[in-house]
């Protein structure tokens, strides 16, 4: 297993359109999260999966965002009708009970025009 | 929502100078861990410190954890270009999900 995969590695969309990411974490770890990072700040919680129920999925997403992970397996992060202050690098990382710490794959940055 | 605060927003060092930063909590807090980010790059775990009062070696890295659990610190002796990077403390934030602080960002003058 290489770590936590993410697809794909940059998007440019124009304003309006909808865009999914994907996300393939370690295969023993049961916990997934999707983070939003922008420029000089640091990760901002958006969703968390155990298997595939999503337990908690915060306010700073709007009815835009969905995200799934059917099977407990990967998981998709959609943003439709996407607006300029969307841009941002898309983090997912994923974590097991008993591991500390959680392991983030490389993101996903997102441009929109 | 939990909250936390970290200082310096940017540290510029010449290498081989020790570095310092410090992260604050408001509440006590049951773990603290450390990540490391690279430029262009994703967080990286270093380490989590849970005990009050616990200090924790990684060869040039030293993390310490107050006696209040409400503060945190990480120390870089002797800076190596291969320190370069964004620091970030992350806390429990409820639930599995972690808070990140906003990083301190080492630049190192060879």
């Known amino acids: 297993d290489t770590g936590v995969s993410q697809d794909p590695r940059h998007k440019i969309t124009k304003r309006g359109q909808n865009v999914t990411f994907r996300c393939d974490p370690i295969s023993e770890h049961n916990r997934l999260y999707w983070y939003r990072q922008t420029l000089g700040q640091g990760p901002e919680f958006l969703t968390y999966?155990?298997?595939?129920?999503?337990?908690?999925k915060s306010r700073l997403l709007s009815d835009r965002f969905s995200a799934e992970r059917p099977k407990g397996s990967f998981s998709t992060l959609e943003i439709q009708r996407t607006e300029q202050g969307d841009s941002a690098m898309y983090l997912c990382?994923?974590?097991?009970?008993?591991?500390?710490?959680?392991?983030f794959g490389s993101g996903t940055r997102l441009t929109v025009v | 929502g939990q909250q936390v605060m970290q200082i310096p927003q940017y540290q510029h060092v010449q290498e081989g100078e020790d570095f310092t930063t410090y992260c604050n909590s408001s509440?006590?807090?049951?773990?603290i861990q450390w990540y490391k980010q690279r430029p262009g790059g994703h967080p990286v775990f270093l380490i989590q410190?849970?005990?009050?009062?616990e200090v924790k070696k990684q060869k040039r890295l030293t993390f310490q954890f107050g006696e209040a659990k409400k503060n945190s610190s990480l120390h870089i002796t002797a800076t190596q270009t291969t320190d370069v990077g964004t620091y970030f403390c992350a806390v429990p934030g409820g639930a599995q999900k972690l808070v990140f602080g906003q990083g301190t960002r080492l630049t190192i003058n060879p």
């Open positions: 509440t006590t807090l049951s773990n």
């Open positions: 990382a994923s974590s097991s009970t008993g591991v500390n710490g959680y392991t």
């Open positions: 410190l849970v005990k009050s009062g």
């Open positions: 999966f155990q298997n595939e129920a999503q337990l908690e």
